[in-house]
Structures are given as structure tokens and as C-alpha cells.
């Protein structure tokens, strides 16, 4: 066999997560493949194997290029006949174009010749090299998928049609993708992320013949709750356009029936723009398409803050910048301009007219551009902030929370979140998620948790002050809710409860239907229509009367049913530019409440108007516009990439024998305990039995694994993850990352991160395994002992996570129920005569053994893991003070070592209690 042939060895499909790589690697190997045939012939030693390898890898493409424009599957025959008319030179040439057009994405800006004539210059140009200005005119590409059972001459002639259609005043260039089958459609617009309109014809079949699994899968995400073997042929272009939005919301679905307008009348279509009547009118076929997308292409703020910055202005207003002329006419400060370039500072103002509009009273291009997101999110409202989620942290819970309303909170949320509570006179329940000591973090709030808290509060006559639900989804390492399942028992229990879900890490799962189904916007969407069915009363009434006079433990124990009455009030905050597009600081607030307009819109609007600044700052929103308008017409297919990117990277090291030694990819059976898991999933790559399709855990689970958040156990290091991730990753090889506990590092990926990122970061974790292994070769054995002592200290010496002690009895409500008053015991601390200074060593110790409650007067906040572990007005316990003693970070937030903890008196806390009386 040619050396060339045998390099690259073809991967077997288990190896593969996701198709697009199958398709792009099995791409690349024939490339290689085809150039071994053209150097060496078919008389070359080893060529027959070279040719069957050729068969093979066509073979391999051909189920999968029907669901692409490009190359096509009528030039995707011609090379193969090249292949069997023995045409070399013509097949390593037509290849090699395909791969590069492919590769670089040439051909979404023009046609790509394949055939050796038409093309004796090789100009494919990579699409990431062409300067931003020549990307930014090119008219963009997408895909239209078509779906009707034709035969060869049919479907010439509708390709045909439509690219007839074409004008040269059209906005964008799309190309047709066409399938027989209802299912073929759906692998189709879950494969193929270049399909942005389904254009749904009446002679579609149900079954797709494509049997290859890593495809079929993705029937999967559909879902296994659609019954769709018992429908009529009729019916099969309505259920395509109803699963379409299910799974794909944001593409434009256009279906052509034979039908009578009565019977299509009142069918859910989804998202269905528009229906045709028996007709093949191109044109307007053709203009709709178009006219779906630019509606997503739309980006009112950023095309506003455009036009402004051409218009010759004359400032006489704030801000010297604008225009950049206090940069221009200096004589010290024109690096400034030099690095930024002129565009930024045309668009700086402080002008909310001239075609632009005021974020605290939108009108024009502002309130357009949120209506917008909120189409993309989901929500029913949608409100942009420039200053962070921490904000709109704040601005939700000072709009909902009144002084003295009880909030049910996670305790290891954003700190933000109980500043918030402090703000808004709310009386806490900290809820305690379950720990995973073994790494120093804590997972998420088991809802058995959740639910024992109302059932107490039921129990002592409060529900009626309970006021809201706070929970982080997901949490900075990646446990996520089971969204829908814990408002729906929540609500059984309190009928008008608020839940506000802190989605700072979680803004991109909209946009991937795998995640969607976990999302606060898409579960109150959902329970919207399950407390609309007509169902939902008969099965709340029979669980009701099996309930009649059963005590809490039984309530505990069963799947509760939500009354149809119970209201759905959900909030979503999410920083967009932690995840998605959108310039630092960029967030948004997402609102799916039934009492928004009657209730809630003045106190909001008044929140709103409290945490937001009146310079906000223009180039966020805009990013926050175009990172809408991105990720409506991209977001599927760089979510995808994400995942991709996320699942190589746990595959490359789970299957390293030496990575291996000294690090491991936390699992969801390492981050997620058994019970809460009913899949019995434990990982989503197992070096034998291959990759787990996720798709079941996600759906059924009561916690999920966010594999795009990798954690890495370094602990057989010898470092710690804080020197891990500074001396190491960052210092030695420029590698960033936030995250850190004891023992673990966090990697991140996102829609940025490239297979070459992943790649760098495996020789990175190589080198630093084989560095090592060299030292311990060349280590004494006292020094093997101390290496072996420090690994030991790192991964079994762990200090166990305490739980929240209680609130003293100075900030408690009557009664045996939790919740306490953070607000008194804050402001409480703003009298230094309240407070006193307790050393950690020895001090404090002293105080409890004389049998005093010290009390904290102050947040302390160590960084990691990053939330509190005191807040103001908590009694501090031996096993708080354990966990401090055994911290071995930079940063505790809130403590003073030469002071030691701040501490309410006795004499405080005893005037309090009595003026409380």
C-alpha cells in the first residue's frame, strides 16, 4: 500500500460523537486516499487495497451527502464514477477541491468548479483569511431542505425552478437540500446546520431508508412521545412543520398542501409562515424564503447605531470621545485611536434620538431589537442589561420581593443573589445542595429538598408569604435541573409560586434541542400547554383525592401533578456575553410570567430603573442585537461545534494511557449521585462501549451533566487547582480558565472554541504528564514521599462542606421553620458598637466553649469556590470554622486575617431581639 493511504487510518463510527466530524474526517481521508491513487496508479504496489479504501470511504459518504448542498449528491456520483472509470488525476483533483471548499467555506460565497477544465487555477481561498470587510459584503449562504418523494427527473426540474428564481437583488443565496421522508427531514435539519427554511411538499413519506446509526440518533431528540406511525399520509406535512419548531424553533417552515383550507385551519403547524394551496408559484415561494430570513437577519439597534455614526454630527453635548475627537486632537493619546479604529468612536453618544432610542424607555430600535430576543429566548418579554447578570440579579428580586416575603434560595448561588435578598427585606430559606466533598464543590438543590421546605412552611401556616423559587441552572460546574419537573411539583404544593432560574452559564442551551428541554423559557412554555390540556383537571383531581388527608412523607414520595389553575411566573437571567456574542457586561432578562402586565410591569420598571445606569452603554447593545441575530440564524450549529469540541476533549483523555496517571475527567456518575440519576447513565464516553447517547438522561433525569463544562481531577498532580491553573496553564503555557476547587480545574468550552483549541490543550496536558514522569525518574525517595504525601493531602485529606448553620435567633420569624432576616442582621453590622473581632485561632474557639453563639455580622466568601459561607446573621458552627481552617486559597472576601471574623456582640444581638419583640 502507498505510505500516503496508510497515515491516516479511517476511525470506526463509534468513534465519533457527532456526524459533522465523521463527515469532515471522512472527507479529509479521501483526499488523501485520492492523492495516494494519483501518484502511484493503479499498478502501484499495494493499489487494490488503496481503491477498496476509496470504495469504503465513498461507501461511508454517500448516506450522509444526502442531507448537504454542497458538493451535492449529483456531483458526489460523478466522483465516484471518476473512482470507477479509474480517472485519478481527475478524482485527486475534484477531491481536493470538494475538501478545501469545504474546509474553508468557499462555497458558501461562490460556485466551486470541480471538473479539471474549468478550474486550472487552484483559488480557494479559506474563508477566516479574507479581510472582515470582503466577509461582511458577501451576500450570505444558507440551505433550503425540501421534502417530497421525486424521482430523478423531478427533482432535477424543481432545483432547476427554484435557482431560476434568483435576482441579482436578492439579500442572500441558498441552495436546496431535498429528502424523501418526514424522518429524513428531521435527521436532516439536526445534521445539516445550514438549513435555515423546510419547505414541506404533499408527497413526503414517513420512513427514512438511511440505516446508518450515527444519523438515525438524532431521531432521538425528537423525542419518544410522538406518536406518528398511526397518522395518515395526509397528515405528515402538518406533524413535519409541528416537530420542526419543536426541535429546530427558529427555522422558517413553508408547507404546500393538496389539503382543504378547512382542514388545515386550526392544526398546530408550529412555526409554519405560510401555507400554499395546490400551487408551484416559485416566485413567491422564493421571495417568502427570503423574507423569513431577513426577518432573523434584522438587527434594529446595531443597523441604527451604524447609520448614526455616518451622519456628520456636532457635539454639544457629554462625552469628549464622541466622534473620537478628544482622541483625534491630542497629542499623547493616539495610540488610543490607532488601536480601536475610528468606527468605535463614531458610534460613541450619549444621544437617544437621531434614529436611536434610551434603554430605561425604549420606543424604537431598542425595544425592536429586545422584541426580538424574545422571539429567539422564548420569553414573552425580554429585557437587555449592560452592567452584568449581577444586575439583573437584582433588578428581578427587588421587582418580586417584598420586606418580609419568604424566598426559598439556593445557598451556594451568585453572591449577587443575596445581596439581593438583603436589598429587598426578604426572610431566607437556605436550601442546601447535595456535596461532592470528595472535590470540594457542591452540586445542585436535590428537589426532595425543595419540596420539604414548602411542605414545613405549608405545616406552620406561611405558604402564603412564600414568595419565590431561587435556583441556579446550571451551576458553574455543570449540574443541571430537571427545569420542568420542579416547577410542576413546586406548584402542587404553592399554586402561585415565582421562580426566578439564575442562567448566567446556561444563555446558549436555547439554541441546542438536547439542552433546550432543561431551559427555564422552554419548561414554562411547555407548562403553559400541559396546564391548558384538558387532562391536566382529571389528573389533578384523581391525585388529589389519593392525597385527601396524607401526611407530608407521602407528599414526599409522589410525583405531584400541578393544578390547572396554578400560575406559571418564571425569570431567566442570563449573561449573553459569557456564553454567546455580546460585548462584557452584555445580560439579559427573560420574563415568562402570566401576572406580569397586571402585577408585576410598574415594581419592574421601577427595579429596572434603580440598577440601570442612564449612560448605558451603546456598543453592548449592539452586541447583545447581533448576538441575537447570530445565534437565530448559527446558534444550532455552534452549539453543536461546542459539544463537539467538549466530547473530543473527554474522549482524548479518557483514552490516554498517560493522561490518565495523573488526571481524570469527572463523569456524571462522579458529579452526580445514583439516586438522582433514573437513566443510570454514569458517563458519556466509555473507552469500550463507546459514546452514550445523552438524549435519555436529559430527558428523565432529575440532574444532568452539562458536557461542555469539563472538570479535570489534578489532584494526582501534586498542585492544587489554584496553582494548577496560575503556575501552570496560565503562566507557562497561556491557557485561561475561571474555575477551581481543592483538586479540580474547570474547562470551559464555547461557540469560540475550534478543534485546534482542543487539540493545543491535549499536548499541554501531554507535556505536563511527561514532565512529570521525568521528575518522579529522577526523584529521591524522599522526595517520592513527599510528592505521594502532597496527592494524598489533595484527594482523600479533604475537609467535609458544611452545611448552613442556622440564622440566630435575633433574625428568626416564629415558629420551627428556617427562614431568617438578612437584611436587619446587615444593616445591624453598620454600627461598629454592634460588632466585634475574633481570631480563627484560638479566639473564637474559646468563645463557643464558654457556650456563646457567635454569630457573623459580615459575608464571608472564599474564593473557591466563590459563594458564601457566612452570611450576616448566621450562627457560626465548628464545622464552618473547620472548613476555613482548611482552606488553602488566596482570596476569603469578607475576612481579615489580622483581625480575624467580624462578630455581632451579645449586647447587639440581645437589643435586636428585644426591639424585634
Given at each position: 500500500?502507498?505510505?500516503?493511504?496508510?497515515?491516516?487510518?479511517?476511525?470506526?463510527?463509534?468513534?465519533?460523537?457527532?456526524?459533522?466530524?465523521?463527515?469532515?474526517?471522512?472527507?479529509?481521508?479521501?483526499?488523501?486516499?485520492?492523492?495516494?491513487?494519483?501518484?502511484?496508479?493503479?499498478?502501484?504496489?499495494?493499489?487494490?487495497?488503496?481503491?477498496?479504501?476509496?470504495?469504503?470511504?465513498f461507501a461511508a459518504l454517500q448516506p450522509i451527502e444526502l442531507y448537504w448542498a454542497f458538493p451535492g449528491i449529483y456531483a458526489f456520483d460523478h466522483l465516484r464514477r471518476h473512482l470507477e472509470h479509474r480517472n485519478f488525476d481527475d478524482l485527486d483533483h475534484s477531491v481536493r477541491r470538494v475538501t478545501r471548499a469545504l474546509t474553508s467555506g468557499a462555497y458558501r460565497r461562490r460556485t466551486i468548479p470541480l471538473a479539471r477544465d474549468e478550474s486550472e487555477v487552484d483559488d480557494i481561498e479559506d474563508e477566516s483569511t479574507l479581510p472582515l470587510e470582503a466577509?461582511?459584503?458577501?451576500?450570505?449562504?444558507?440551505?433550503?431542505?425540501?421534502?417530497?418523494?421525486?424521482?430523478?427527473?423531478?427533482?432535477?426540474?424543481?432545483?432547476?425552478?427554484?435557482?431560476?428564481?434568483?435576482?441579482?437583488?436578492?439579500?442572500?443565496?441558498?441552495?436546496?437540500?431535498?429528502?424523501?421522508?418526514?424522518?429524513?427531514?428531521?435527521?436532516?435539519?439536526?445534521?445539516?446546520?445550514?438549513?435555515?427554511?423546510?419547505?414541506?411538499?404533499?408527497?413526503?413519506?414517513?420512513?427514512?431508508?438511511?440505516?446508518?446509526?450515527?444519523?438515525?440518533?438524532?431521531?432521538?431528540?425528537?423525542?419518544?412521545?410522538?406518536?406518528?406511525?398511526?397518522?395518515?399520509?395526509?397528515?405528515?406535512?402538518?406533524?413535519?412543520?409541528?416537530?420542526?419548531?419543536?426541535?429546530?424553533?427558529?427555522?422558517?417552515?413553508?408547507?404546500?398542501?393538496?389539503?382543504?383550507?378547512?382542514?388545515?385551519?386550526?392544526?398546530?403547524?408550529?412555526?409554519?409562515?405560510?401555507?400554499?394551496?395546490?400551487?408551484?408559484?416559485?416566485?413567491?415561494?422564493?421571495?417568502?424564503?427570503?423574507?423569513?430570513?431577513?426577518?432573523?437577519?434584522?438587527?434594529?439597534?446595531?443597523?441604527?447605531?451604524?447609520?448614526?455614526?455616518?451622519?456628520?454630527?456636532?457635539?454639544?453635548?457629554?462625552?469628549?470621545?464622541?466622534?473620537?475627537?478628544?482622541?483625534?486632537?491630542?497629542?499623547?493619546?493616539?495610540?488610543?485611536?490607532?488601536?480601536?479604529?475610528?468606527?468605535?468612536?463614531?458610534?460613541?453618544?450619549?444621544?437617544?434620538?437621531?434614529?436611536?432610542?434610551?434603554?430605561?424607555?425604549?420606543?424604537?430600535?431598542?425595544?425592536?431589537?429586545?422584541?426580538?430576543?424574545?422571539?429567539?429566548?422564548?420569553?414573552?418579554?425580554?429585557?437587555?442589561?449592560?452592567?452584568?447578570?449581577s444586575t439583573c440579579n437584582k433588578i428581578v428580586v427587588q421587582a418580586l420581593v417584598r420586606p418580609g416575603d419568604i424566598v426559598l434560595v439556593d445557598r451556594d448561588c451568585h453572591k449577587s443573589h443575596h445581596y439581593g435578598m438583603v436589598m429587598a427585606g426578604a426572610n431566607v430559606v437556605y436550601l442546601e445542595s447535595y456535596p461532592l466533598n470528595e472535590y470540594s464543590m457542591y452540586g445542585a438543590v436535590p428537589l426532595s429538598e425543595v419540596k420539604e421546605k414548602l411542605l414545613a412552611l405549608r405545616a406552620e401556616g406561611k405558604?402564603?408569604?412564600?414568595?419565590?423559587?431561587?435556583?441556579?441552572?446550571?451551576?458553574?460546574?455543570?449540574?443541571?435541573?430537571?427545569?420542568?419537573?420542579?416547577?410542576?411539583?413546586?406548584?402542587?404544593?404553592?399554586?402561585?409560586?415565582?421562580?426566578?432560574?439564575?442562567?448566567?452559564?446556561?444563555?446558549?442551551?436555547?439554541?441546542?434541542?438536547?439542552?433546550?428541554?432543561?431551559?427555564?423559557?422552554?419548561?414554562?412554555?411547555?407548562?403553559?400547554?400541559?396546564?391548558?390540556?384538558?387532562?391536566?383537571?382529571?389528573?389533578?383531581?384523581?391525585?388529589?383525592?389519593?392525597?385527601?388527608?396524607?401526611?407530608?412523607?407521602?407528599?414526599?414520595?409522589?410525583?405531584?401533578?400541578?393544578?390547572?389553575?396554578?400560575?406559571?411566573?418564571?425569570?431567566?437571567?442570563?449573561?449573553?456575553?459569557?456564553?454567546?456574542?455580546?460585548?462584557?457586561?452584555?445580560?439579559?432578562?427573560?420574563?415568562?410570567?402570566?401576572?406580569?402586565?397586571?402585577?408585576?410591569?410598574?415594581?419592574?420598571?421601577?427595579?429596572?430603573?434603580?440598577?440601570?445606569?442612564?449612560?448605558?452603554?451603546?456598543?453592548?447593545?449592539?452586541?447583545?442585537?447581533?448576538?441575537?441575530?447570530?445565534?437565530?440564524?448559527?446558534?444550532?450549529?455552534?452549539?453543536?461545534?461546542?459539544?463537539?469540541?467538549?466530547?473530543?476533549?473527554?474522549?482524548?483523555?479518557?483514552?490516554?494511557?498517560?493522561?490518565?496517571?495523573?488526571?481524570?475527567?469527572?463523569?456524571?456518575?462522579?458529579?452526580?449521585?445514583?439516586?438522582?440519576?433514573?437513566?443510570?447513565?454514569?458517563?458519556?464516553?466509555?473507552?469500550?462501549?463507546?459514546?452514550?447517547?445523552?438524549?435519555?438522561?436529559?430527558?428523565?433525569?432529575?440532574?444532568?451533566?452539562?458536557?461542555?463544562?469539563?472538570?479535570?481531577?489534578?489532584?494526582?498532580?501534586?498542585?492544587?487547582?489554584?496553582?494548577?491553573?496560575?503556575?501552570?496553564?496560565?503562566?507557562?503555557?497561556?491557557?485561561?480558565?475561571?474555575?477551581?476547587?481543592?483538586?479540580?480545574?474547570?474547562?470551559?468550552?464555547?461557540?469560540?472554541?475550534?478543534?485546534?483549541?482542543?487539540?493545543?490543550?491535549?499536548?499541554?496536558?501531554?507535556?505536563?504528564?511527561?514532565?512529570?514522569?521525568?521528575?518522579?525518574?529522577?526523584?529521591?525517595?524522599?522526595?517520592?514521599?513527599?510528592?505521594?504525601?502532597?496527592?494524598?493531602?489533595?484527594?482523600?485529606?479533604?475537609?467535609?462542606?458544611?452545611?448552613?448553620?442556622?440564622?440566630?435567633?435575633?433574625?428568626?420569624?416564629?415558629?420551627?421553620?428556617?427562614?431568617?432576616?438578612?437584611?436587619?442582621?446587615?444593616?445591624?453590622?453598620?454600627?461598629?458598637?454592634?460588632?466585634?473581632?475574633?481570631?480563627?485561632?484560638?479566639?473564637?474557639?474559646?468563645?463557643?466553649?464558654?457556650?456563646?453563639?457567635?454569630?457573623?455580622?459580615?459575608?464571608?466568601?472564599?474564593?473557591?469556590?466563590?459563594?458564601?459561607?457566612?452570611?450576616?446573621?448566621?450562627?457560626?458552627?465548628?464545622?464552618?470554622?473547620?472548613?476555613?481552617?482548611?482552606?488553602?486559597?488566596?482570596?476569603?472576601?469578607?475576612?481579615?486575617?489580622?483581625?480575624?471574623?467580624?462578630?455581632?456582640?451579645?449586647?447587639?444581638?440581645?437589643?435586636?431581639?428585644?426591639?424585634?419583640?
Amino acid at each position: 500500500m502507498p505510505e500516503d493511504a496508510r497515515s491516516s487510518p479511517i476511525h470506526s463510527i463509534s468513534d465519533y460523537y457527532s456526524a459533522i466530524q465523521l463527515r469532515a474526517d471522512r472527507w479529509s481521508a479521501l483526499r488523501e486516499t485520492a492523492e495516494a491513487l494519483a501518484r502511484h496508479g493503479s499498478d502501484g504496489r499495494g493499489a487494490a487495497k488503496t481503491i477498496r479504501r476509496a470504495e469504503d470511504l465513498f461507501a461511508a459518504l454517500q448516506p450522509i451527502e444526502l442531507y448537504w448542498a454542497f458538493p451535492g449528491i449529483y456531483a458526489f456520483d460523478h466522483l465516484r464514477r471518476h473512482l470507477e472509470h479509474r480517472n485519478f488525476d481527475d478524482l485527486d483533483h475534484s477531491v481536493r477541491r470538494v475538501t478545501r471548499a469545504l474546509t474553508s467555506g468557499a462555497y458558501r460565497r461562490r460556485t466551486i468548479p470541480l471538473a479539471r477544465d474549468e478550474s486550472e487555477v487552484d483559488d480557494i481561498e479559506d474563508e477566516s483569511t479574507l479581510p472582515l470587510e470582503a466577509r461582511a459584503l458577501a451576500r450570505p449562504y444558507f440551505e433550503v431542505l425540501v421534502v417530497d418523494r421525486l424521482n430523478e427527473q423531478q427533482d432535477r426540474w424543481l432545483r432547476s425552478s427554484l435557482q431560476r428564481m434568483r435576482r441579482p437583488e436578492d439579500q442572500f443565496v441558498y441552495e436546496p437540500v431535498i429528502v424523501p421522508s418526514l424522518e429524513d427531514a428531521l435527521i436532516a435539519i439536526l445534521f445539516n446546520h445550514n438549513i435555515q427554511a423546510v419547505v414541506v411538499r404533499p408527497g413526503l413519506e414517513l420512513k427514512s431508508h438511511n440505516t446508518l446509526p450515527i444519523l438515525t440518533r438524532y431521531l432521538n431528540r425528537v423525542g419518544q412521545d410522538e406518536d406518528v406511525e398511526a397518522l395518515a399520509p395526509g397528515d405528515y406535512g402538518p406533524e413535519l412543520t409541528r416537530l420542526i419548531a419543536k426541535v429546530r424553533p427558529e427555522l422558517d417552515a413553508y408547507l404546500i398542501t393538496d389539503r382543504s383550507v378547512e382542514d388545515i385551519a386550526g392544526r398546530d403547524l408550529g412555526r409554519c409562515r405560510r401555507v400554499f394551496y395546490n400551487q408551484e408559484d416559485f416566485l413567491e415561494l422564493h421571495l417568502n424564503i427570503l423574507r423569513g430570513v431577513a426577518a432573523r437577519n434584522k438587527t434594529p439597534f446595531f443597523t441604527a447605531l451604524k447609520e448614526y455614526s455616518k451622519q456628520p454630527t456636532g457635539v454639544f453635548h457629554a462625552m469628549p470621545i464622541s466622534r473620537g475627537k478628544s482622541i483625534s486632537r491630542s497629542h499623547w493619546i493616539q495610540d488610543m485611536g490607532a488601536f480601536y479604529g475610528p468606527n468605535i468612536f463614531l458610534a460613541e453618544t450619549s444621544a437617544t434620538s437621531g434614529g436611536l432610542d434610551s434603554l430605561l424607555e425604549p420606543h424604537g430600535p431598542i425595544k425592536e431589537a429586545q422584541e426580538l430576543a424574545a422571539r429567539a429566548f422564548g420569553s414573552k418579554q425580554t429585557f437587555f442589561a449592560t452592567n452584568g447578570t449581577s444586575t439583573c440579579n437584582k433588578i428581578v428580586v427587588q421587582a418580586l420581593v417584598r420586606p418580609g416575603d419568604i424566598v426559598l434560595v439556593d445557598r451556594d448561588c451568585h453572591k449577587s443573589h443575596h445581596y439581593g435578598m438583603v436589598m429587598a427585606g426578604a426572610n431566607v430559606v437556605y436550601l442546601e445542595s447535595y456535596p461532592l466533598n470528595e472535590y470540594s464543590m457542591y452540586g445542585a438543590v436535590p428537589l426532595s429538598e425543595v419540596k420539604e421546605k414548602l411542605l414545613a412552611l405549608r405545616a406552620e401556616g406561611k405558604l402564603d408569604r412564600v414568595r419565590m423559587l431561587l435556583l441556579t441552572n446550571c451551576t458553574f460546574d455543570g449540574i443541571v435541573y430537571n427545569v420542568e419537573r420542579v416547577m410542576e411539583e413546586c406548584l402542587a404544593i404553592k399554586p402561585d409560586l415565582i421562580f426566578l432560574w439564575d442562567e448566567a452559564w446556561f444563555a446558549f442551551a436555547r439554541f441546542g434541542p438536547t439542552y433546550r428541554q432543561r431551559t427555564a423559557m422552554a419548561c414554562a412554555n411547555n407548562l403553559r400547554e400541559v396546564l391548558k390540556h384538558p387532562d391536566q383537571v382529571k389528573k389533578w383531581e384523581k391525585q388529589q383525592k389519593k392525597l385527601e388527608g396524607a401526611g407530608d412523607e407521602v407528599w414526599m414520595k409522589t410525583r405531584l401533578v400541578p393544578p390547572p389553575h396554578a400560575r406559571v411566573r418564571v425569570y431567566s437571567t442570563q449573561s449573553t456575553h459569557k456564553t454567546l456574542t455580546s460585548l462584557r457586561q452584555g445580560s439579559m432578562i427573560h420574563v415568562n410570567d402570566q401576572d406580569f402586565k397586571g402585577e408585576v410591569e410598574q415594581s419592574f420598571h421601577e427595579a429596572y430603573m434603580t440598577h440601570t445606569s442612564t449612560s448605558p452603554n451603546y456598543q453592548i447593545i449592539a452586541s447583545l442585537d447581533v448576538g441575537r441575530r447570530q445565534v437565530e440564524l448559527e446558534g444550532f450549529e455552534f452549539v453543536q461545534r461546542q459539544v463537539e469540541a467538549a466530547m473530543s476533549l473527554r474522549r482524548a483523555i479518557a483514552t490516554h494511557a498517560l493522561l490518565r496517571k495523573y488526571f481524570k475527567v469527572l463523569t456524571a456518575g462522579d458529579m452526580i449521585p445514583e439516586k438522582y440519576r433514573e437513566s443510570g447513565v454514569t458517563s458519556y464516553y466509555d473507552p469500550e462501549q463507546g459514546w452514550t447517547d445523552i438524549w435519555q438522561c436529559w430527558a428523565t433525569d432529575e440532574f444532568a451533566l452539562d458536557a461542555t463544562r469539563v472538570t479535570l481531577s489534578v489532584g494526582g498532580t501534586g498542585w492544587d487547582g489554584d496553582t494548577f491553573k496560575t503556575r501552570i496553564l496560565m503562566d507557562k503555557y497561556g491557557i485561561q480558565i475561571n474555575k477551581t476547587s481543592r483538586n479540580t480545574v474547570l474547562f470551559m468550552t464555547n461557540i469560540g472554541t475550534t478543534r485546534s483549541s482542543i487539540a493545543y490543550l491535549i499536548e499541554v496536558l501531554v507535556e505536563i504528564a511527561k514532565d512529570l514522569d521525568d521528575l518522579h525518574d529522577d526523584a529521591s525517595k524522599m522526595e517520592k514521599r513527599a510528592f505521594e504525601r502532597r496527592v494524598k493531602s489533595l484527594m482523600e485529606d479533604v475537609p467535609p462542606l458544611p452545611d448552613f448553620s442556622r440564622f440566630h435567633e435575633a433574625f428568626r420569624s416564629e415558629g420551627s421553620t428556617p427562614e431568617g432576616d438578612i437584611r436587619s442582621a446587615y444593616y445591624l453590622s453598620y454600627d461598629e458598637d454592634n460588632c466585634d473581632y475574633l481570631g480563627l485561632e484560638g479566639d473564637i474557639d474559646a468563645e463557643i466553649e464558654k457556650g456563646r453563639e457567635v454569630v457573623s455580622a459580615t459575608f464571608i466568601i472564599p474564593y473557591p469556590p466563590g459563594f458564601p459561607i457566612l452570611v450576616p446573621g448566621q450562627v457560626i458552627s465548628a464545622e464552618i470554622l473547620a472548613f476555613m481552617r482548611a482552606l488553602d486559597v488566596n482570596e476569603i472576601h469578607g475576612y481579615r486575617p489580622e483581625l480575624g471574623l467580624r462578630v455581632f456582640t451579645d449586647e447587639a444581638l440581645a437589643r435586636h431581639a428585644k426591639g424585634c419583640d
